[in-house]
């Protein structure tokens, strides 16, 4: 960047009130801490919230449909068994090269099936006739199921995987009408903070609240939705502050160009996702060894137990975000018109937005693309935790464990990857697109190996190994991406538009990530499996790195010094004509 640039830069961002623009006061150190404090508490709900979430609600329609008690259902992998056949249960059927069948009262042919005395010795036993008559009703003559548990909903009758993911997929669409009504009006006076303050106590009472409730399919479904709105809420007040932070930062205060800018919001942005990383992997051991303790006292259902891992993830974000919270001043911005509701207002807004949206192409294309690709490496990460439920043979290894390992493994990655991205970044100058392409070329890698599957049932994400290498690897480009897409993007937001524009970044997510679970749905719902969903998320990544190398950040940079100008001298010019109306009122009064 050349040195006009620079001074104009400066003239044009030093924050002072001429131009319309309030940074609030100087970014101190404890602020810092604060706000990466604030990452590390959140970051428990899209980890345990809402993973744990979705499978909890996937057990509670299992419930609803009646399994197993409706039939004894074929299952493919063994260690499902030892936990839907703990009562209720007559037979089930193992397939193993060969259908065996698994009886109450006696196992037969022990020696002959892997972990065979694991999944007898938790079958309770109950009387029945004719086991074979009881096969017969469940299985056709090729050995496969026949009857398949469904949860009516009206006319429709769900895939119990399938409703946990239209469930996520509803509750990502209403959050983006949520964000829509808030985005603008946060940008005024001391919403911002208040706004994070109350979307953290609604998020921490019905993240918790299951556990006071008697669990249900549909209290289940209530709170997911809600605590999800509550925390995506947060995340916009949140990021807002992101950029106004970096601005009063005594880096840029000293040297106030772009160039800073992006470095210090680049700097910030990363340590912030390592910190909410570090939270996560904490949170989940401690989530897998409380779920160990609860079942294995045998007067813990699996469903209580995730309630209580729930709650657990409740008292962490309410105590870590109390602290966080206390600790970050309000960066408020200008006041609210008089007489105007902020909802209303908002939604006024969005028009006027998509309007200064147009006025920058550059950040208008990466928005598009961060929709596109947004919805691509969460279509491999999310229903992930679902298919490892249901389509992976773990073998002998405990599912619900394996589960929670899959977790720590994702998220100790990524803040690892994090940690050593942003540092070779730094050393080897780095950009964050660079970053972005780099990661979605790994999950397009990721994604055509899981369509393996397809063709073999050797490997292709079919067994229990092949799933912790896939959270291994997800991990590597989980969180650079995650962390390079945010500063990024704040490094094309005109100045005083941060809430706005972030809640718009978050709305391209969320309004793109409801696809994902939909698509996944539906291939359960009509298909019986949601492999299909690795070729949406190879085709998204795919789109995401080609639209890349189509952004142009320093022009993106030119546009918003540009947009910023505009918009203040159009402001002045307004503010000047009202005040020649009242001035021509008075004189013929």
Same mark, same amino acid.
């Given at each position: ?157 769900? /895939? ?5 993911? !239209?469930?996520?997929?509803? %509750? *990502?669409?209403?959050? =983006? +009408?949520? $964000? ?6 946060? /940008? ?5 903070? !208040?706004?994070?303050?109350? %979307? *953290?106590?609604?998020? =921490? +009472?019905? $993240? ?382």
């Amino acid at each position: 960047m050349s040195s006009e640039d620079d001074e104009d830069t400066a003239q044009l961002l030093d924050g002072n009130e001429s131009d319309g623009f309030h940074e609030g006061p100087p970014l101190t150190s404890k602020e810092r801490k604060a706000w990466y404090l604030y990452d590390f508490a959140s970051n428990v709900v899209p980890i345990i919230g809402v993973q744990f979430g979705q499978i909890l609600l996937e057990a509670a329609a299992l419930e609803k449909a009646g399994f197993p008690a409706t039939c004894p259902n074929l299952i493919v992998n063994q260690t499902f068994i030892s936990e839907i056949f703990q009562s209720n249960s007559t037979a089930s059927c193992l397939v193993d090269g060969s259908c065996r069948a698994f009886y109450t009262s006696v196992c037969r042919n022990i020696s002959a099936i892997p972990c065979s005395s694991l999944e007898c010795s938790s079958l309770v036993p109950v009387a029945f006739g004719n086991p074979q008559d009881v096969l017969s009703d469940c299985l056709d003559a090729s050995g496969e199921e026949s009857v398949v548990p469904r949860v009516e909903m009206g006319s429709i009758a769900m /895939d119990p995987a399938a409703y946990a993911s !239209a469930t996520v997929s509803f %509750a *990502t669409f209403l959050q =983006v +009408l949520v $964000l829509l009504s808030i985005g603008a009006w946060a /940008d005024h006076g001391g919403q911002r903070h !208040a706004g994070l303050i109350i %979307a *953290t106590i609604v998020g =921490v +009472l019905t $993240l918790g609240g299951m556990l006071f409730t008697p669990v249900s399919l549909w209290t289940g479904t209530f709170f997911f939705i809600v605590f999800n709105l509550a925390y995506n809420t947060a995340r916009v007040f949140y990021n807002g502050a992101l950029v106004l932070m970096t601005r009063a930062s005594p880096e840029y205060k000293n040297h106030p160009t772009f160039v800073t800018m992006e470095r210090v919001t680049s700097t910030m942005s990363a340590r912030g996702f390592a910190s909410a990383f570090m939270g996560g992997v904490i949170s989940v051991v401690l989530a897998v060894g409380l779920q160990i303790a609860l079942l294995s006292t045998k007067s813990c259902s699996s469903i209580a137990s995730y309630a209580w891992i729930l709650f657990m993830a409740a008292v962490w974000w309410a105590i870590f975000g109390t602290i966080a919270l206390v600790y970050l001043p309000p960066r408020p911005g200008p006041p609210m018109p008089q007489g105007v509701n902020g909802i209303v207002y908002s939604w006024k807004m969005v028009v006027q937005t998509l309007k200064k949206i147009r006025q920058v192409p550059q950040t208008a294309l990466y928005l598009f693309l961060w929709f596109i690709y947004a919805d691509g490496f969460a279509s491999i990460i999310n229903p992930a935790a679902l298919m490892a439920q249901t389509e992976i043979d773990w073998g002998c290894f405990d599912k619900s464990i394996a589960v929670g390992v899959m977790m720590i493994l994702a998220l100790g990655t990524a803040g690892a990857s994090n940690y050593v991205v942003d540092r070779l970044a730094e050393r080897n100058k780095w950009t964050d697109k660079s970053i972005v392409i780099w990661s979605l070329g790994l999950f397009v890698v990721l994604s055509l190996y899981c369509l393996i599957g397809f063709f073999t049932d050797s490997f292709g994400f079919k067994k229990g190994w092949e799933v912790f290498m896939l959270a291994f690897f997800c991990g590597i480009g989980l969180g650079p991406v995650q962390s390079s897409s945010r500063s990024l993007f704040g490094t094309l937001i005109p100045p005083g538009l941060e809430t706005e524009f972030y809640s718009f970044f978050a709305v391209t997510d969320g309004g793109s990530t409801w696809i994902g679970p939909l698509v996944f749905a539906g291939l359960v719902q009509g298909f019986g499996t949601g492999r299909g969903i690795f070729v949406f998320s190879t085709v998204s990544c795919l789109v995401g790195i080609i639209g890349l190398h189509f952004v142009d950040v320093e022009k993106g940079r030119r546009q918003c010094r540009e947009f910023h100008v505009n918009f203040q001298n159009n402001q002045e010019t307004s503010m000047h004509q009202l005040q020649l109306m009242e001035d021509n009122n008075m004189k013929d009064e």
